[in-house]
């Protein structure tokens, strides 16, 4: 059943107009979302003493069913949907989740209230105990066994190190390090640095992959906090504790990520950085054993801020000179307090055309709006979330102009998986095409 058919629309558009006394949370149940729903709610205690949070826990479809691999599960948002019908629902206030978990696209209604500044984003390699002494993954024995649960991580780790074999696995992080603890199968495992980093078992990992061994996932170690759009009390008290540049960040990523139409069915990889408001966003996509990779790269400058309309002209990573879509620059009377002028009224149209006015002049009162990506961002940084959004945009563009739509559907075509969290079952009838040919840029 779709999301929207679950609750009424007209449910999620009264606006709020005061802050309850207490705020609910949703969170899923496992130690992990409980800890970052926590550090969530720890954040929000610094800045507002007087708030009681109930934290309301709840099981997802991705959660509850474990003897089936994801993909034969089938349907979008297998971790998010349950959380998110909640706040349709008015159950909660708003819900926090891992933000590489949450589809690029949000249900009509709902909005990403604040990014959490990002943790370590890359992957890591915990090994068995029997491998204490190696130091590096191609020190591993031929045909050791590596537990992950994603296709983008196979994909890459087979293109570097075809010397290693693959086994899904699934379960809570707990339940992971269980079965390499015990069940005697498995040499390594892969997961993502920041979920064992905030569980503080940071002595667990091996191995930390770099760049040039694993993209990472797009998000991956940022954390969002989702709540309604008309909310705009929730929206104001989670402002404070967005983290902008985080935000700019994986509003490239996941532009990048929803270009393509990856979601979480094929192996895609990004990685990037923001230092000084220079942007540089990279982006791959990878056949499903690793033997093809188209890889570009592209830097944007922030401060960027043309007049509203034009098209400048900016340099794709490919070598393609593209227009890109028109940025906002907020004019001087944009701020606080200052009435709504009919520039401001055309510029909110273009982020989000349905809004009310009354809702948008509730959080212009606050120097914040909501950016067209789904995610509530100060007024003045609007320019710059334009920009971020151009460069994912343009980053993908520039990979399916040279075959990525090919590569992907590919991977699609060869039913190995539906989503990118189930590893593929290797059909040993057929030829794997040889070993991986090495990484190289723009290759």
Same mark, same amino acid.
């Given at each position: 059943?779709? =999301? ?60 509850e ?13 297998l ?12 159950? !909660? ?12 696209t ?10 959490? *500044?990002?943790?370590?984003p890359?992957?890591?390699? %915990? ?6 002494a190696?130091?590096?993954? +191609?020190?591993?024995?031929?045909? +050791? ?9 196979? &994909?890459q ?41 905030? =569980?503080?078992?940071?002595?667990? %990992? ?11 996932a797009?998000s991956?170690?940022?954390?969002? !906090? ?10 104001q ?10 935000? %700019? ?22 990685w ?6 220079? @942007? ?18 592209? *830097?944007?400058? @922030? ?10 002209m ?23 307090? +200052? ?13 989000y ?11 212009? *009162? ?6 067209? &990506? ?16 151009? &460069? ?21 075509? *060869? ?29």
């Open positions: 059943m779709d =999301l929207m058919q679950t609750t009424q629309h007209n449910e999620v558009v009264q606006t709020t107009h005061s802050r309850p006394s207490v705020i609910n949370v949703g969170s899923r149940c496992s130690q992990l979302a409980l800890c970052q729903t926590e550090l969530v709610i720890n954040r929000l205690k610094i800045i507002n003493p007087s708030l009681g949070f109930n934290v309301i826990k709840m099981s997802t479809k991705g959660d069913i474990l003897d089936k691999a994801l993909s034969k599960i089938g349907g979008k948002s971790f998010t949907k349950e959380l998110e019908v909640a706040l349709y629902e008015k159950k !909660v206030d708003f819900v926090v989740h891992s933000l590489k978990d949450l589809p690029t949000l249900p009509p209604g709902l909005v990403i209230g604040a990014v959490i *500044e990002r943790d370590d890359r992957d890591c390699v %915990i090994l068995h105990k029997k491998h204490n190696i130091k590096r993954l +191609s020190d591993l024995p031929k045909g +050791s066994v590596i537990g992950t649960s994603s296709l983008r991580r196979i &994909s780790l087979s293109r570097h190190f075809p010397h290693l074999t693959f086994e899904n696995i699934r379960g809570n992080l707990n339940t992971r390090l269980r079965k390499l603890d015990d069940d005697n199968k498995y040499d390594g495992i892969v997961l993502a640095v920041a979920g064992i980093d905030r =569980l503080g078992w940071q002595e667990r %990992i091996s191995l930390y992959l770099e760049k040039q061994d694993m993209l990472y797009v991956q170690g940022a954390m969002a !906090v989702e709540c309604r759009s008309d909310d705009t009390a929730t929206l008290l989670l402002s404070v504790i967005n983290h902008a540049e985080t935000a %700019i960040r994986v509003t490239a990523e996941r532009t990048f990520m929803r270009k393509l139409d990856g979601g979480c069915s094929v192996p895609i990889g990004t990037s950085t923001l230092s000084e408001d220079k @942007l540089v966003v990279s982006g791959a996509v990878f056949s499903s054993n690793g033997s093809e990779m188209l890889f570009t790269e592209r *830097e944007d400058l @922030l401060t960027l801020a043309p007049s509203p309309g034009t098209l400048p900016v340099q794709d990573g490919s070598g393609i000179t593209m227009a890109s879509p028109p940025y906002h620059t907020p004019p001087q009377n944009l701020r606080p307090g +200052s009435p709504m002028s009919r520039e401001l009224i055309d510029i909110v149209h273009d982020q055309p349905t809004f009310s006015l009354r809702t948008v002049r509730e959080l212009v *009162e606050h120097n914040l709006i909501l950016h067209r &990506s789904g995610i509530c961002c100060r007024l003045d940084d609007l320019t710059k979330f334009d920009v971020a959004q151009t &460069s994912g945009a343009l980053l993908a563009s520039s990979l399916l102009s040279r075959g990525a739509k090919a590569v992907l559907d590919k991977v699609r075509a *060869e039913g190995l998986v539906q989503n990118v969290n189930q590893a593929p079952v290797k059909d040993s009838s057929k030829n794997d095409g040889g070993p991986p040919r090495k990484k190289s840029k723009d290759s």
